[in-house]
């Protein structure tokens, strides 16, 4: 198994209070990404990061910022959080080639 | 732009029988394409990748997928299907340039039946 750990595995919040979910990774890949999925959705690209403080917007960005200080933590931030961002995270990292992706455990996170 | 379709968001089988999941992509270039399988509550694994070395990629607990260049096609199959098959299967297409323009399926889930 990939060594990836995400906390907090669960985690239940409140509409409008910010919330990070951190990422780190045993593996010294130079990709790491933050997925969440949904029914029906699969998994969609929030944002990802190439290096350290080298990060960039995925598909599904708006609300959510990134920060990657060192190479093997990759932390996502929900700034206000929203009913709509109740989901299942997943980080996620990659090598320089090969583009096969490896998964954390998953963190879910609920917005009431 | 990339894009993979999944046929089906559920598929049913017997224990014992054939599974064939279906996946049909669209990319501009060679892609490289991945099977991916996920059990409740956790995260996702490897099953098998395709990357150009061989059309017929065998992978991890008895899965195969052949990829078909003419019908843009990368089905998963499995002889003989087993209980602890059951779980959701999500296909997979990168355009290899990195790993984050990979785009995912939106998931088969497999049922097995005793």
């Known amino acids: 198994d990939a060594g990836i750990t995400q906390s907090p595995r669960h985690k239940v919040t409140e509409t409008g209070t910010p919330v990070t979910l951190r990422c780190h990774q045993t593996?010294?890949?130079?990709?790491m990404y933050w997925y969440r999925q949904d029914p029906g959705h699969g998994l969609r690209l929030i944002h990802y990061?190439?290096?350290?403080?080298?990060?960039d917007k995925g598909e599904v960005s708006d609300g959510y910022s990134v920060s990657r200080s060192k190479t093997e933590d990759f932390l996502l931030t929900l700034e206000s959080a929203t009913s709509s961002q109740t989901s299942v995270y997943f980080c996620?990292?990659?090598?320089?080639?090969?583009?096969?992706?490896?998964f954390g455990e998953g963190s879910w996170l609920t917005v009431v | 732009a990339q894009s993979v379709t999944q046929l089906g968001s559920h598929v049913s089988v017997s224990e014992g029988a054939l599974v064939l999941l279906r996946c049909n992509y669209s990319?501009?270039?060679?892609?490289?394409l991945f099977w991916y399988v996920q059990y409740p509550n956790q995260g996702l694994q490897l099953l098998l990748k395709?990357?150009?070395?061989?059309?017929l990629v065998k992978g991890i607990n008895g899965f195969e997928a052949e990829f078909k260049k003419s019908e843009t096609s990368f089905h998963l199959t499995k002889p003989s299907a087993h209980m602890s098959d059951a779980a959701e299967y999500f296909c997979?297409?990168?355009?290899?340039?990195?790993?984050?323009?990979?785009?995912f399926g939106a998931g088969t889930r497999l049922f097995v039946k005793a």
């Open positions: 990061s190439y290096g350290v403080k080298d990060t």
């Open positions: 990319s501009s270039v060679p892609p490289y």
């Open positions: 997979a297409v990168s355009d290899r340039t990195g790993g984050f323009k990979t785009i």
């Open positions: 593996e010294n890949h130079r990709y």
């Open positions: 996620a990292i990659s090598e320089n080639s090969g583009n096969t992706i490896y």
């Open positions: 395709y990357t150009s070395a061989a059309t």
